[in-house]
């Protein structure tokens, strides 16, 4: 089975920090992604990676940046914390855009409350 | 990608099956559906997923009607652990367009 692991479940900052959320995936896929989720606003793409050293932005970038020194991992960096990003975050994966058919698998998520 | 529309909500007895209906009336030919579950606190699951034929796995079934503009996941056997927020999902191939676009969703409540 995939196995998509992000560090945390739940974690409390405080507004201005530089905060690190961290994903990793057994599957060697090409494709990783992060998303917030939020009520009413569903789940919202925040930046996505096809390979290593590569990033695209992805619908709401702002306040948010990525890092991916290695295939397996994927780390979204909230700059200077503020409390409109407290949210879920959702990293997943997938197989590369050849076989783009193949789903996303998604982590347990990261409960982010910016005090 | 093309639009669903689900049931905000459904209830299940425990132990019967569980239709659940999506339609996509403006999916495209080349364009999938997918099925994901989200309990709550936890991240969605895959369910399982298809283009034009009827697809089965050990969680479900994904009945697409011939026309493609509707489909229905059917939990069999429905427990109470299955009760989660199912979304529908369209999505193209389009090789730069690889992200999910989660709607609403249905939320099932199975009852004992």
């Known amino acids: 089975d995939v196995k998509v692991t992000q560090s945390s479940r739940y974690l409390v900052k405080r507004t201005g920090e530089k905060v690190f959320l961290e994903c990793v995936q057994d599957?060697?896929?090409?494709?990783m992604f992060w998303y917030r989720q939020d009520p009413g606003l569903g789940l919202r793409l925040i930046y996505f990676s096809y390979d290593v050293k590569m990033k695209e932005k992805g619908d709401i970038p702002e306040g948010y940046s990525v890092s991916r020194e290695k295939k397996e991992r994927f780390s979204l960096i909230l700059e200077s914390a503020s409390t409109n990003q407290t949210s879920m975050y959702l990293c997943?994966?997938?197989?590369?855009?050849?076989?783009?058919?193949?789903?996303?698998?998604f982590g347990d998520g990261t409960r982010l409350s910016i005090l | 990608d093309a639009k669903t529309t689900q049931p905000p909500s459904m209830d299940c007895a425990e132990g019967r099956a569980a239709n659940l209906p999506c339609n996509h009336s403006?999916?495209?030919?080349?364009?999938?559906v997918y099925w994901y579950r989200q309990i709550h606190s936890q991240g969605p699951q895959y369910i399982i997923h298809g283009l034009k034929n009827n697809e089965t796995n050990e969680m479900a079934s994904l009945i697409i009607t011939e026309d493609r503009k509707s489909s229905t996941l059917i939990l069999p056997h429905a427990t109470l652990r299955d009760t989660a927020v199912y979304y529908c999902i369209v999505r193209s191939l389009r090789a730069n367009n690889n992200d999910m676009r989660f709607g609403a969703g249905t939320r099932l409540t199975v009852k004992p």
């Open positions: 403006t999916i495209s030919g080349n364009e999938y």
């Open positions: 997943a994966s997938s197989p590369p855009p050849g076989r783009s058919n193949q789903p996303q698998h």
């Open positions: 599957m060697d896929h090409e494709n």
